[in-house]
């Protein structure tokens, strides 16, 4: 799985690296993207997907169908600015973010 972030979407590989499918287009909807710039799973098998311009974390399962956004754009605690990359370390997910 990789951010392709230029083109606002997920492309999914295959184990030898060729290119299997992708999803997600450019929008603020649930299913779109404005921007992703890093992916990461958790130990479930679910997608994390850092959504920069929408400033939020998307969850999919590993089919790519969208679960749920968690926080939302802001400057008060819970909120992030210009997330950039993820992180799941003993069920805690690190994020990291340029706007804040």
Do not use: M
């Amino acid at each position: 799985f990789v951010a392709d972030t230029n083109n606002h979407r997920i492309q999914v590989l295959n184990k030898d690296l060729t290119y299997s499918h992708s999803f997600g287009k450019k929008g603020s909807s649930p299913e779109q993207f404005n921007e992703p710039y890093d992916v990461t799973f958790d130990k479930e098998g679910y997608l994390y997907v850092v959504d920069s311009l929408n400033h939020c974390i998307k969850t999919f399962t590993s089919t790519g169908q969208y679960i749920s956004t968690i926080s939302s754009h802001g400057s008060n605690p819970g909120q992030i600015k210009y997330p950039s990359s993820i992180i799941i370390d003993n069920n805690l997910l690190y994020v990291s973010e340029w706007g804040n």
